[in-house]
């Protein structure tokens, strides 16, 4: 097998040769590739895609994503996020994901994160003993309607019978849902935004100075210019992870107490029927009844099946409206370092939930 590494300035025209034939595996897709060229914290360098061939065809590949963290001193130091990882299924449990991962380690000398989101890839990470926790954020999942179909009848099978059974627990559970909307009165003023405004980027930018990363409004753009996740038709592509969605939506919202200059920012994505809040700022806690209520009819609104928060002052207010979930379990978060990070990683730090690379795809 031949292993090649590519970096930033070569992927462009590396990923073009491999559009041109429908039947190639794409390490990544055309979605993806707009937003790795325009990453603000990236440079020509980087390297981002380690990909195997055989026999000429893509086996296997691992993709990264720059980022920049800030150390105890508030100094910025450039890593990557280990975005992307799969290998052809007839050529797994050979060490090939393992090589990709150690020829990754050597390039970006061990300056490597990652989220606990892929139990496979984690498995290999953890053989490798070379990474820390440096993160167990607590959270929940709160289930507002049933949806057994898309959770279950994978694995399980069933997919008519559990396609039946979501139909009437949500027929029965809609009017309920009907009935609590006149409750959710917000006691803020609310005002759907495009992006987040200039006048807002003061409130963003004092809040992230506790931040480990401290993604500002320019970041923010990016993402929201160039996700990883289409609504729109599209020709089906060789890529082995998610890139079209039914629904794919981001709504960010300005909020404004009545008493006093007090402002907040809600940042919330659904895609298909899940909704996140990838970044949440506010200047009170008295406006977190006003997210945690926002959220709750923006779900049930727009026929959202679940929500997974891991801010404790929203899900300790979404716990207010218990009653009207069908379930609420704990959905925790890990964020692993490598262990060359270790020393520089401060003792205190704040993590959003759309830090890595959720606020991409939600």
């Excluded at 992927?11 to 039947?23: A, D, I, K, Q, R």
């Excluded at 029965?172 to 609310?190: F, G, M, Q, T, W």
């Amino acid at each position: 097998m031949d292993l090649k590494v590519y970096t930033l300035g070569e992927l462009e025209p590396h990923l073009y040769t491999l559009y041109s034939n429908p039947e190639s595996i794409l390490p990544v897709s055309p979605l993806r590739m707009r937003s790795y060229l325009e990453n603000p914290r990236a440079s020509s360098s980087d390297p981002v895609l380690f990909e195997m061939r055989q026999d000429g065809e893509v086996v296997a590949f691992r993709s990264l994503l720059p980022d920049i963290f800030f150390d105890r001193e508030g100094n910025p130091h450039p890593f990557a996020w280990l975005s992307g990882n799969w290998v052809d299924p007839g050529l797994r449990r050979q060490g090939i994901s393992t090589r990709l991962l150690e020829v990754a380690e050597e390039w970006w000398e061990g300056r490597l994160m990652y989220t606990n989101y892929a139990p496979e890839s984690k498995a290999v990470y953890d053989h490798t003993g070379r990474f820390r926790v440096i993160a167990d954020r607590q959270g929940k999942r709160f289930y507002l309607r049933s949806d057994a179909e898309t959770l279950l009848s994978k694995r399980l099978g069933f997919k008519k019978l559990f396609r039946a059974s979501d139909r009437v627990i949500n027929q029965r559970h809609e009017r309920i849902l009907e009935n609590y909307l006149p409750s959710l009165r917000a006691d803020c003023e609310l005002q759907q935004v495009e992006g987040i405004l200039a006048q807002l980027s003061k409130l963003v930018n004092r809040h992230q100075q506790q931040s480990l990363f401290r993604r500002d409004r320019e970041i923010f753009e990016w993402a929201l210019q160039y996700p990883w996740v289409t609504e729109q038709d599209c020709d089906p592509i060789n890529y082995q992870f998610s890139y079209k969605a039914s629904r794919f939506e981001n709504i960010i919202c300005h909020l404004v107490h009545p008493e006093g200059n007090r402002h907040g920012i809600l940042w919330m994505l659904i895609h298909n029927n899940a909704l996140s809040v990838p970044y949440q700022f506010s200047d009170d806690e008295a406006l977190h009844n006003c997210m945690a209520e926002t959220i709750v009819r923006t779900m049930i609104e727009n026929g959202c099946t679940y929500t997974t928060i891991r801010y404790p002052e929203l899900t300790d207010r979404l716990m207010a409206h218990q009653k009207i979930f069908l379930s609420v379990r704990n959905m925790p978060q890990l964020i692993f370092a490598h262990e060359k990070l270790a020393t520089l990683i401060p003792e205190q730090f704040l993590i959003h939930d759309g830090d890595g690379d959720v606020m991409f795809t939600g």
